[in-house]
């Protein structure tokens, strides 16, 4: 499960990149359209749509996230019998690949471990 969640993550992650609308519009946050791209409502829907295909094509329900590069949200869905705990989990895990330029899961782990750089960073934000 954790393996599929990843893999669902980051390809979402890749696309969500290649559908940010040109840098002549911003979500208000940047101060110039080159530090922040736009996901408009539209685009996350289309991100929703395939994540939620491709999640069903690996028969799991997953809790799906979309962020726009300054990590807030746009869009959330909740597939039928996904863990209720992964909800939050789901939005945290897009925020943290946003803020940390797109690093997967598993480096992130392997960088979290003691005596590597990242040690504790899951006591940050929260946790």
């Known amino acids: 499960m ?40 539209a685009q996350a829907q289309s991100i929703i749509q395939a994540a939620a295909a491709n999640a069903t094509a690996m028969s799991v329900s997953e809790n799906i996230a979309v ?22 989990l789901s939005m945290k895990k897009a925020r943290t690949s946003v803020l940390f330029n797109g690093i997967s899961s598993e480096v992130l782990s392997q960088n979290a471990q003691p005596g590597q750089p990242l040690y504790g960073i899951e006591e940050t934000n929260g946790g």
């Open 2 to 41: 954790k393996y599929n969640s990843t893999l669902l993550f980051t390809y979402f992650a890749h696309f969500l990149s290649a559908q940010c609308e040109p840098l002549n519009k911003t979500n208000g946050i940047g101060s110039t359209p080159t530090q922040r791209h736009y996901v408009s409502a």
């Open 67 to 88: 962020v726009d590069p300054s990590g807030l949200l746009v869009a959330f869905l909740r597939q039928d019998n996904a863990f209720l705990g992964s909800i939050e």
